[in-house]
């Protein structure tokens, strides 16, 4: 062989040689790689940015990450699964990920007494938690909806945050033996679906401002309670009197003997054996229930029984047959006759035939009737036999379910100088909006609901819509205060917003307004989303709200956002409304299919609503040539493309806005206003997109210019 051939020969292997290291360079970098599961690796790559890629967890890396491989500080795997997160008291900031749902093997995370929040707990959580720990922390708003969903919860630990809203949303929680609420700023009554955590031993809400009474944890079986420092009133019920550790200091109980139960209600069994005819407060009581029976044969008791069931079995006939008897006389055996306990059921299912088959005038009067103040209704006495809708089974429902006070029209005539022109504000979807002002001075809004243009919801279910509306309650939500329903008129009474509508602040421009700055127009997006979010995420069941749109968006004097109209899905307009040109440039694409509104619809108006916040245009504009007519269709191909985006802005701004503020806004409208609805992100995701956006730039701001940030924070702005 030749020196060359010799020369070649040498090169081959070394390029040979070093191809197989190559290889397994490559080879061993995929597997190192592959310790972790890819969703964890996503998720905890997000999470590590959102706390602001913090130093002190040194191993941590956002680049080439392998949480389980590289033994992450605080990560503990099972195979390439992440398990547990415990990284509490390091000082860390900034807040959750975003996408902590991809980590599904997850059981447990520990975030306590760290500096994490300044905003809403992350909707999406890791949904199989054992134990949640985010104490310690600054978290405000609402708790999250995803909680609810975590069926496997044993331990939640919330303490020592400002979180505000508790939600109702325990029905499904039934492992979870603790949970501390204390130490944050909860309010109203303590949910009613508390009364399904069947496993709770251990309960703290302590230093709150909850209020009402605490009747829904009698039956829990709870051994540690603190309720200490609320708002509470009523009475301890006697059955947590007797549990191992309780504290009730700084309430406002009754120290006397608590009321019987009300009429119909029984109370649990106390013990394996159920006195026939237990007493209250005699010696017949429960406490020695067990000896008098040991003294009865047990012949003598299944005599008894067999007797009382004999008894109630002829009453009951000849109740039943005495009631055939009336109703074959055209009397109706309801009036002024009281029924045995065994009849009730009857009673019920008569008081809904009477409902069906009345007049839209007499169910009208069913109505005003119950609106008149509950101290001057007397729901025992016996009414007039000829007062069918007396007995209601409805109303009786639709009052308990509403606690918003009911005005009178001829009050609402008085302040609104009998729906005056001077008064009107404005016409909206589902009738006019008038301003009014009472005698305390206070402004309010009241609406004339219009429910002619809606033939198949009649005004006889006025009730229905108003009990709908005062069950949602949120910061970014129109505030009902009120109602009135007489003489035929259906009002609801709303607070009144300063600063009219988001579609007026940016159509109606003239000499004495100011354009809205950059700044306003990210935070009033980023309050219109939390509205969504809470009407999609933590309501129970979903509420769609089916016509969001700038003219719904409401601004108080410090341009807060708060959407209206919400609660009204159930008035389904008719086939004009949906296509009417005022609402067509909302309307998603698959309701010209099929009609449906999902929670995906709500999403695209939304998107459209920050295309307007973006451009300053309408929706549909028929004013403009006939390829910018929609917003949609002209500005989605633009808002990838920087240099188009800078050429979309609206005017008004004269340029004052960072351009990458501007492109990440952009990138949000973008996923909302897909055509597919199954690729729009969930309302939540808008969210923390939003929230995002709004933490980078004060970062940056607080890097560049502390005195800077300093001035705007105070005045409560965005510097985005």
């Known amino acids: 062989m030749t020196g060359a051939a010799m020369k070649r020969g040498r090169s081959g292997a070394v390029g040979i040689g070093a191809g197989v290291v190559l290889l397994f360079l490559a080879t061993a970098s995929l597997g190192a790689n592959a310790n972790t599961d890819s969703n964890d690796v996503t998720a905890l790559n997000v999470f590590y940015t959102t706390m602001n890629s913090p130093p002190q967890l040194k191993n ?44 599904t093997a997850l059981v447990q995370l520990d975030m306590s007494n760290n500096n994490l929040g300044g905003s809403d707990i992350p909707y999406n959580l890791p949904p199989n938690l054992e134990k949640l720990n985010l104490a310690g922390n600054h978290f405000t708003g609402t708790t ?28 499904q929680l039934t492992n979870l033996t603790t949970m501390d609420l204390s130490y944050n700023a909860f309010s109203a009554n303590i949910p009613q679906s508390f009364n399904s955590l069947t496993s709770l031993t251990t309960l703290y809400l302590q230093n709150n401002q909850f209020s009402g009474t605490i009747d829904v944890l009698a039956n829990l079986p709870l051994t540690d309670l603190n309720i200490a420092n609320n708002r509470f009133t009523g009475w301890v019920p006697d059955k947590l009197k007797k549990i191992r550790t309780l504290q009730t200091a700084g309430n406002s109980f009754s120290n006397g003997p608590a009321p019987p139960p009300p009429p119909g209600t029984t109370s649990p069994p106390q013990g394996p054996q159920r006195p026939a005819l237990p007493s209250r407060n005699g010696n017949n009581g429960s406490s020695d229930s067990g000896s008098k029976h040991s003294k009865l044969k047990g012949g003598a008791v299944a005599g008894i029984v067999i007797c009382l069931l004999v008894v109630s079995a002829i009453v009951a006939f000849f109740v039943i047959k005495r009631k055939s008897w009336k109703l074959s006389r055209g009397r109706d055996p309801e009036q002024n006759e009281p029924l045995s306990p065994l009849a009730s059921g009857l009673k019920q299912m008569k008081s809904i035939k009477i409902i069906s088959t009345i007049g839209k005038d007499q169910l009208q009067k069913t109505v005003s009737m119950s ?40 009050d609402l005539q008085v302040a609104t100088g009998s729906f005056s022109a001077n008064n009107f504000i404005s016409e909206g979807s589902f009738g006019r909006v008038f301003k009014a002002q009472l005698n305390d001075q206070k402004v309010l809004a009241v609406k004339k609901i219009n429910f002619s243009a809606f033939p198949s919801y009649p005004s006889d279910l006025f009730i229905e819509l108003v009990a709908n509306i005062s069950r949602l309650n949120h910061p970014n939500l129109a505030e009902l205060v009120g109602y009135c329903s007489e003489h035929g008129q259906c009002l609801l009474v709303y607070e009144f917003y300063e600063n009219g509508s988001l579609h007026d602040l940016l159509n109606l421009v003239d000499d004495q307004s100011k354009p809205l700055s950059w700044n306003n127009r990210v935070k009033i997006a980023l309050g219109s989303a939390r509205a969504l979010e809470y009407l999609h995420e933590t309501c129970s069941p979903s509420v769609i709200h089916k016509n969001f749109k700038s003219s719904n968006i409401l601004l108080d004097n410090e341009l807060n956002p708060h959407l209206s109209d919400s609660g009204y899905a159930d008035l389904i307009p008719n086939q004009e409304f949906q296509e009417s040109e005022e609402n067509s440039g ?52 633009q808002l990838h493309d920087i240099d188009a985006l800078d050429q979309m802005v609206d005017p008004a701004l004269q340029g004052l806005y960072p351009s990458k503020s501007l492109s990440r806004f952009a990138d949000a409208i973008a996923l909302c206003v897909q055509a597919e609805p199954e690729f729009r992100p969930p309302m939540s995701e808008v969210v923390q997109s939003l929230v995002r956006l709004v933490q980078r730039a004060n970062i940056t701001r607080m890097s560049s210019s502390e005195n800077y940030s300093r001035r705007h924070s105070e005045s409560g702005d965005y510097v985005l």
Request: glycine share 6%; hydrophobic share 35%.
């Open 144 to 171: 999250p909806y995803s909680i609810s969903q975590m069926f496997a919860l044993k331990d939640l630990n919330l303490a020592h945050n400002q979180i505000s809203t508790i939600s109702d949303m325990f029905n």
């Open 586 to 637: 909302y309307r998603a694409p698959e309701l010209t299919m099929s009609g449906q509104y999902s929670l995906k619809s709500d999403v695209y108006s939304f998107g459209v609503v920050m295309l307007e916040l973006l451009t300053g245009r309408k929706p549909f504009d028929r004013s403009r040539p006939r390829s910018e007519q929609s917003l949609v269709r002209w500005a989605t191909p």
């Open 371 to 410: 609106l008149k103040p509950p101290t001057k209704i007397d729901m025992h006495k016996s009414f007039d036999e000829n007062d069918l809708t007396s007995k209601s089974v409805t109303r009786k429902i639709s009052l308990s379910s509403i606690r918003t006070p009911a005005y009178t029209v001829a």
């Open 60 to 103: 941590w890396v956002s680049q080439n990450a392998d949480p389980c491989g590289q033994s992450w500080n605080g990560i503990t795997c099972l195979g390439s699964r992440v398990t547990t997160i415990k990284l509490s008291g390091m000082g860390l900031n900034g807040t959750l990920g975003y996408n902590m749902n991809l980590l």
